[in-house]
């Protein structure tokens, strides 16, 4: 990928396989939405994070991140090895224009109420420099990784149409989610095994 967080032009979603034929019906709903429509999916947040989330309202929001490979990625590829993910992914342009906020660090830091913040000035709150990778990005640094859990919120329903790609890690993969996608050009479904 050779940018720097800071630089990327998208935010990204790790999301199971499983719930794309979902998403492309329904469009990424925020966990509230999922639970009041009552529609199942492959769940990949630990319990106790979506309590303190719930807590703050947050659920009613769609989290996404500033890069691939953050914790939560790397936390839940781990304990879910024979799961297969994609990575959604809409344009920053995006976001900014439809007045998404942002979470400059973890949501759940420090157990204070999550600092929500308009875009720009969410984006201007968020320490970049934590983020970069190579040696100094130590996740078990507790500063570092929260400040690498920053997010984006964007609104109850994301819909497909606002994905602007879909990340996969091999042709087979990519196969799968062009079927579920019925063809068309957007979302752009790339091969990309950076993220992995």
């Not at 032009?9 to 794309?20: G, I, R």
């Not at 420099?129 to 609104?155: F, N, S, T």
Request: glycine share 8%.
């Amino acid at each position: 990928m050779g940018k720097l967080p800071r630089d990327f032009a998208q935010v990204f979603h790790l999301t199971d396989l499983a719930n794309l034929a979902g998403i492309v019906a329904h469009g990424v709903l925020c966990r509230a939405e999922l639970s009041r429509r009552r529609i199942g999916f492959g769940d990949v947040a630990d319990a106790g994070i979506l309590e303190g989330r719930s807590a703050h309202g947050l659920d009613a929001c769609v989290p996404f991140h500033f890069f691939p490979k953050n914790p939560f990625d790397g936390r839940v590829m781990k304990d879910r090895p024979g799961t297969v993910f994609v990575l959604l992914a809409v344009s920053r342009a995006t976001a900014r224009a439809q007045h998404w906020r942002v979470i400059p660090r973890h949501p759940l830091s420090d157990r204070e109420t999550p600092q929500v913040l308009a875009w720009d000035a969410g984006l201007a709150a968020i320490d970049w420099i934590k983020m970069e990778p190579g040696p100094k990005r130590d996740y078990h640094d507790a500063d570092i990784r929260r400040a690498c859990m920053a997010e984006a919120l964007g609104p109850s329903c994301v819909p497909l149409a606002d994905v602007q790609s879909i990340y996969v890690h091999d042709e087979k993969v990519q196969t799968v989610v062009l079927n579920l996608l019925g063809g068309g050009t957007r979302p752009h479904v790339n091969i990309a095994p950076w993220w992995v």
